[in-house]
């Protein structure tokens, strides 16, 4: 204590000196660095800094109208005539069971990739494979493009007017004078006011509002693990993704890969929108291509060529369980009406 006490004076006296006139000889005065003592945080600090940077996942508040276009737009997500062309419902490759996810397909000739979950998709910031869309309504849009790809536009206005028509410009009236929105926007907007509610609450909500309890030690140890081995870099947010571009292989080739070096080619490529892990456990098999079938094989991989990290087998298995704390039962609007 003497000693601290003696160097806080010098200092002080130091800094009084460089405020005044310069001592004698013309010599700069010395400052004494007096350190900064931080209390060290404990380890239910960092949890709780961490579940704070996260944020919560919410479900979007409707007005009268957003409902009425959200109850439009699952009818028209159920209708057996509507997607692929007007030959099936969007359920065909949509499993409610799966989140929505589903196998490999392809659109318009685009690469052949599975069919990605439908869920939380009020808290995304990007959409698509390609993650060019930022709003939802944009996505849907060019999705209807893709499924109409192929069919006269008179051909799908004309099935589009006998089916819902009259629901849809009762739902978005416009202007006397005004030119009328086309009938495949209004249909992008009620099925993107329906997607938007389709949010899975979850035990891992509890927990990242304070509740230790909500899910078990080893999944809080996979919470845990997720911040410390790097995983969060790209799964952030409240669903865990869905906000940026990420290259695959960043730190390891995938196989079959060529090493990824500065090619620009290849980074574009192999760029992919980041996957929410939120339903990640309701969605095997995994990855774009549907490459791997197993949760556990799944994770040691992202960890090896994503971060360059060997998990060990309990670190593995804490945060699968971490993965499975997430799944949560869809709301009844998710099943037909």
Not at 117 to 142: Q, W
Not at 245 to 256: D, H, I, Y
Not at 319 to 332: C, D, E, H, K, N
Request: with cysteine; net charge neutral.
């Amino acid at each position: 204590m003497r000693l601290a006490a003696t160097a806080l004076v010098v200092g002080v006296a130091a800094m009084g000196c460089a405020r005044g006139a310069p001592p004698a000889g013309g010599e700069a005065p010395v400052l004494v660095q007096i350190p900064l003592r931080v209390p060290p945080r404990t380890p239910e600090q960092v949890r709780q800094d961490r579940r704070s940077g996260i944020g919560r996942l919410t479900v979007p508040g409707l007005d009268e109208s957003a409902g009425n276009r959200a109850a439009l737009g699952r009818r028209i997500f159920f209708s057996p005539d509507f997607g692929a062309g007007g030959s099936a419902a969007c359920t065909r490759c949509h499993n409610a069971d799966h989140a929505g996810a589903g196998g490999l397909q392809s659109l318009a000739g685009a690469e052949t990739l599975a069919v990605p979950p439908i869920v939380n998709l009020s808290a995304y910031e990007s959409f698509g494979t390609d993650g060019r869309s930022h709003k939802l309504v944009e996505y849907m849009a060019s999705h209807l493009a893709q499924l109409n790809a192929g069919i006269e536009e008179k051909d799908r206005d004309a099935a589009l007017e006998t089916a819902y028509g009259p629901a849809l410009r009762g739902l978005f009236p416009f202007a006397e004078g005004d030119t009328a929105p086309a009938l495949t926007a209004m249909v992008s907007r009620s099925l993107a006011a329906y997607l938007g509610t389709l949010v899975t609450a979850s035990p891992i909500d509890g927990f990242l509002a304070g509740n230790d309890g909500a899910i078990s030690p080893q999944a809080g140890r996979g919470f845990d693990l997720f911040f410390e081995k790097g995983c969060v870099s790209c799964h952030d947010g409240p669903v865990f993704g869905g906000r940026k571009m990420a290259t695959l292989g960043l730190s390891m080739p995938w196989p079959g890969d060529v090493p990824l070096g500065e090619h620009a080619e290849y980074k574009q490529r192999r760029q992919r929108r980041v996957s929410s892990l939120r339903t990640v456990a309701l969605t095997a098999p995994y990855f774009h291509e549907s490459a791997i079938d197993t949760l556990p094989a799944a994770v040691e991989l992202m960890a090896l060529h994503q971060l360059g990290v060997t998990l060990a087998a309990d670190e593995r298995d804490a945060i699968v369980a971490f993965l499975q704390s997430m799944v949560g039962t869809p709301p009844p609007s998710f099943h037909a009406p």
